[in-house]
């Protein structure tokens, strides 16, 4: 089939479906100006993940993630919503869609005004103090971050805090892995945007969804169909392919 073709196909999907169920990688955001952590130029090139970005690290030493957090903080702060994103807005708007799961820390999809969103790895903006448990939801804690205090520190206690940003050995969080696994029990589409389906438990939820009867579409710039999970397959930016499905 040509590209055309399958832009057609998947608009049909889309017509036909009544609950759509998105899964959202790093490949949604890098228009936003957001590089994909294991791409050339991500963080994981820079720094080694399992010096800076592990669960015992933290512990260890903590101002070792918050100087790596210093530079995913001025990206992030800066990111903006993109054409992909605003486009699963509008299939919210339509009614169509049940629910986004995100492996994404960034935010964008709830500042694009999704209201259905459920991060599987966190939301890298919001923090919690290892001592005293206050929750900063605010954008303050990485705005002092770039400022240069590293680690911050809780204003009531004076702990340590931590981004709700999973780090890896950190179980995934209970309540939006259940969310997670519903929703797909339930979609009768599930389009799978920006993500290589290579990063376990969240590249079975495709599988998941087409066990429980739903079509899939996969819209990545690698164009691959991992475990041929999909029924049609888009190669290309997924801010300049998402908008034409959805239109």
Known sequence: MTMDADIERARELVAKSKKIAALTGAGISVDSGIPDFRSEGGLWRRYDPFEYATYDRFLEDPSKFWTMGQELAEVILKAKPNPAHYA??????????????????????????????????????RATCMKCGKVYAEEDVHRRVVEGEIPPRCTECGGVLKSEAVLFGEPLPEIAMSEAIRICRET??????????????????????????????IVTLQGENKDGVGDVVLKGRASVILPQIVK
Request: proline share 3%.
């Open 88 to 125: 699963l807005v509008e299939l919210e708007r339509q009614g169509k869609l049940i629910g986004i799961i995100t492996q994404n820390i960034d935010n964008l999809h709830q500042a694009a005004g999704s209201k259905r969103v459920v991060e599987i790895h966190g939301n890298y903006l």
């Open 188 to 217: 009768d589409l599930m389009i799978v945007v920006g993500t290589s389906l290579s990063v376990y438990p969240a590249a079975y939820l495709p599988q998941l969804a087409k066990k429980s009867g739903a079509k899939v579409i």
